[in-house]
T-cell receptor, first 112, second 109 residues
Framework: DTAVSQTPKYLVTQMGNDKSIKCEQN?????MYWYKQDSKKFLKIMFS???????INETVPNRFSPKSPDKAHLNLHINSLELGDSAVYFC???????????FGPGTRLTVL | GQQVMQIPQYQHVQEGEDFTTYCNSS?????IQWYKQRPGGHPVFLIQ?????EVKKQKRLTFQFGEAKKNSSLHITATQTTDVGTYFC?????????FGEGTQLTVNP
């Protein structure tokens, strides 16, 4: 059983398109996150939700919009994709915000 | 959020050599977590340190939290090829976990 799953694993798209990445966790955790990892491996938090409520909203372009339909799901929608959006996007979850985080396998986004 | 500096950025060792990565902060930390990310993989939680001067071991890995709770280290004794990957420290501030830049370890067999 996969604890934190993401789809798709790979996403190749043209500049200007709109795309979504989905994340689901079956751990019963209350908090979920989206991270962006660039080519230098730097991991940066983008958003965090606790029980479907947004609690962290870092300085990211408003082309990025997270949505949490329930506490087991946190999706990321990206409008008008740009070249600089190319990265690996990781979803993660934790029981509470101070506990260890469990990461999904990542979605490698390539914008051409 | 809190900033943490991690060094070195890269480390190449021969199999059997030891390896250490360090995380330093200018402010006192409430706790520090360590994660490992294998090439092509995702970060995996290793450990959390909370107490001043704490030392924890996991087989060949030794984790330390400084007395002033401003620095931490991860030491691997006698590296193996399975240790290859990027090691991250991460510090918690409120509900935000801020990751260090990571140390990419390569091990030559």
């Amino acid at each position: 059983d996969t604890a934190v799953s993401q789809t798709p694993k790979y996403l190749v798209t043209q500049m200007g398109n709109d795309k979504s990445i989905k994340c689901e966790q079956n751990l019963g955790h209350d908090t979920m996150y989206w991270y962006k990892q660039d080519s230098k491996k730097f991991l940066k938090i983008m958003f965090s939700y606790n029980n479907k409520e947004l609690i962290i909203n870092e300085t990211v372009p408003n082309r990025f919009s997270p949505k949490s339909p329930d506490k087991a799901h946190l999706n990321l929608h990206i409008n008008s994709l740009e070249l600089g959006d190319s990265a690996v996007y990781f979803c993660a979850s934790s029981q509470d915000s101070g506990n260890e985080q469990f990461f999904g396998p990542g979605t490698r986004l390539t914008v051409l | 959020g809190q900033q943490v500096m991690q060094i070195p950025q890269y480390q190449h060792v021969q199999e059997g050599e030891d390896f250490t990565t360090y995380c330093n902060s200018s402010t006192t930390l409430s706790n520090i977590q360590w994660y490992k990310q294998r090439p092509g993989g995702h970060p995996v939680f290793l450990i959390q340190l909370v107490k001043s001067g704490e030392v924890k071991k996991q087989k060949r890995l030794t984790f330390q939290f400084g007395e002033a709770k401003k620095n931490s280290s991860l030491h691997i004794t006698a590296t193996q090829t399975t240790d290859v990957g990027t090691y991250f420290c991460a510090v918690l501030s409120g509900s935000r976990l801020t990751f260090g830049e990571g140390t990419q370890l390569t091990v030559n067999p």
